[in-house]
């Protein structure tokens, strides 16, 4: 890990704090895939690079291994065109008339003479099952040389963040894929904690692991999810990993491995003591997140993990409608004074109004985060949208971080961002405006365009959003999109003139399975 002053410098744009950072030739990822007759990983990434950085042209290698690190597969190709680009494991896996269950790794490379500024591309994977999709952005990769991997590991933490869910049938897991080094003696150190913030600890001993080896670890079997008392729960993992960024595929599989919800793990920062004051309370909220309230067939809902460097912060909640009426406040809906496993039905908050009044199916809640002294700099938290009705259904467990009130954001005069469109399903996006100025900052004006796999034409629509306004695209609401995607998946990017644009995509099926993601 590092420290969160050079993980702001890094992600900064090019300018005066990060002129001397060495140029970025190659951008890697590799993704755990698992494939079987109800299942398909499949990864999505779109020729961004053409627009944030008017690079013409790069290479994109992608490796296919076994389970046990064995190249099945590599092929190499330019990518020149801004579209939308998917790689199938089944599609592979086919080629090779292999039909057995699978369990190996995609490792996808993004290389160029010019400099790419990031060593990890925008990349989805997606699990890809007959009731649902389930998907995460990009987690681990192979690091470029030495000097990467120092970069990144000065600061040694173990890994946590995401829910552990009661359901029957279903066990928690963590999925990852070794880098080149050949590692030996390895032992997890798994920490299970449940709703009642009571916990066990149990050992894995994952002994030797080969090159590129993928590893995919249940977590708890049948017995020791009695532990959680038919409530979610977590955990910590502690590793020794070395050679690879080990950020790890997590989440819940069905035995079967016909059904996931996943996301990725994140660092357990009790340990780091990297706080962040506010310099100016009386115009800045400490942090905000915001996060999509349905009306209906959603409940919202937000974890709370015991991985935080400091945990004396109180939560305020904020109600908008989509034109950026607030329509609801309320103050201290929830305070935190120690390191615990939490979760909040965001719901429940507002029963004091009545929403079905409002013609809106969803609306906006920003939650503010104050406190007396200073709050986490890294204050992660699980954002998962829940069928109401669905009993059986899995939901998402959105891995996101609130926004704190760093100065230098409000410097920046544009802002890019972009969201794929899975259309497996039922397809959505939100794109909203909210930052944490107290009295608001200003309207955005976005351009949005529509990409998709066939070719490099777009469809683009233009949009306002006020302060705290927001817009939900609904892909079978849109025959226009839905024809010219052509059953595919797509990308969307927006440009603003407002560097606080954000969203979240989403996938639902009718079985109630709930996929999501935020926007990169």
């Known amino acids: 890990m590092r420290k969160?002053?050079?993980?702001?410098?890094?992600?900064?744009?090019?300018?005066k704090i990060n002129k001397h950072k060495p140029k970025?030739?190659?951008?890697?990822?590799?993704?755990?895939?698992?494939?079987?007759?109800?299942?398909?990983?499949?990864?999505l990434f779109m020729g961004y690079w053409m627009i944030k950085k008017n690079i013409k042209t790069i290479s994109m290698r992608y490796k296919l291994r076994n389970r046990y690190g064995k190249m099945l597969i590599t092929k190499i190709t330019k990518i020149n065109k801004i579209k939308a680009y998917s790689i199938s494991t089944k599609n592979l896996l086919n080629k090779l008339n292999i039909k057995e269950n699978f369990l190996g790794s995609l490792e996808?490379?993004?290389?160029?003479?010019?400099?790419?500024?990031?060593?990890?591309?925008?990349c989805v994977i997606i699990l890809d099952y007959k009731g649902g999709s389930s998907f995460v952005h990009t987690i681990g990769r192979v690091y470029n040389n030495k000097k990467d991997h120092l970069a990144n590991s000065k600061i040694k933490v173990a890994e946590s963040g995401f829910d552990i869910i009661p359901n029957a049938g279903f066990y928690p897991f963590i999925s990852f894929v070794n880098g080149n080094l050949m590692l030996k003696n390895q032992i997890l150190k798994i920490k299970i904690i449940n709703s009642k913030n009571e916990y066990f600890i149990k050992k894995i001993n994952l002994e030797t692991i080969k090159p590129f080896e993928t590893k995919f670890i249940q977590i708890m079997d049948e017995d020791e999810k009695k532990f959680l008392i038919n409530k979610k729960g977590t955990c910590i993992i502690d590793h020794n990993l070395s050679g690879f960024y080990p950020r790890f595929l997590a989440g819940n599989y069905n035995e079967q491995k016909t059904k996931f919800s996943v996301t990725h793990s994140y660092y357990d920062t009790k340990k780091i003591k990297e706080d962040f004051k506010n310099q100016n309370k009386k115009d800045f909220f400490d942090a905000t997140l915001v996060v999509p309230i349905f009306k209906k067939?959603?409940?919202?809902?937000?974890?709370?993990?015991?991985?935080?460097?400091?945990?004396?912060?109180?939560?305020?909640?904020?109600?908008?409608?989509?034109?950026?009426?607030?329509?609801f406040t309320k103050k201290n809906f929830f305070k935190s004074k120690k390191?615990?496993?939490?979760?909040?039905?965001?719901?429940?908050?507002?029963?004091?109004?009545?929403?079905?009044k409002f013609k809106e199916n969803y609306f906006l809640g920003k939650i503010s985060i104050d406190s007396k002294t200073a709050i986490p700099s890294r204050l992660k938290f699980g954002l998962n949208i829940i069928s109401?009705?669905?009993?059986?259904?899995v939901s998402s467990n959105i891995c996101f971080n609130a926004q704190a009130a760093f100065k230098h954001n409000l410097e920046r005069k544009t802002r890019f961002c972009w969201t794929?469109?899975?259309?497996?399903?039922?397809?959505?996006?939100?794109?909203?405006?909210s930052s944490f100025v107290k009295k608001g900052f200003k309207k955005a004006s976005i351009l949005m365009n529509f990409w998709r796999e066939k070719d490099d034409k777009n469809i683009s629509k233009?949009?306002?959003?006020?302060?705290?306004?927001?817009?939900?695209?609904?892909?079978?609401?849109?025959?226009?999109?839905k024809k010219f995607l052509n059953s595919k998946s797509g990308w969307v990017t927006f440009k603003s003139n407002n560097p606080f644009i954000q969203g979240y995509y989403i996938e639902t099926s009718k079985e109630g399975n709930v996929g999501a993601d935020h926007f990169f």
Do not use: W
């Open 4 to 15: 969160i002053t050079e993980h702001i410098i890094n992600l900064s744009t090019p300018n």
């Open 24 to 43: 970025v030739l190659r951008s890697s990822a590799i993704f755990p895939c698992n494939a079987n007759k109800f299942l398909d990983t499949k990864i």
């Open 108 to 122: 996808v490379e993004f290389l160029s003479k010019e400099d790419l500024v990031f060593p990890y591309p925008a």
């Open 297 to 327: 067939k959603y409940l919202t809902e937000l974890s709370l993990y015991p991985i935080y460097s400091s945990s004396s912060f109180n939560l305020n909640l904020e109600l908008f409608k989509s034109n950026g009426e607030k329509i």
């Open 339 to 356: 390191n615990s496993l939490k979760f909040i039905n965001i719901n429940d908050q507002l029963k004091k109004i009545n929403l079905m």
């Open 388 to 393: 109401k009705n669905k009993l059986k259904a």
């Open 420 to 433: 794929p469109i899975v259309n497996k399903n039922n397809s959505k996006f939100i794109i909203y405006n």
């Open 462 to 481: 233009k949009m306002v959003l006020n302060d705290n306004g927001s817009y939900l695209f609904d892909l079978s609401k849109n025959n226009k999109i």
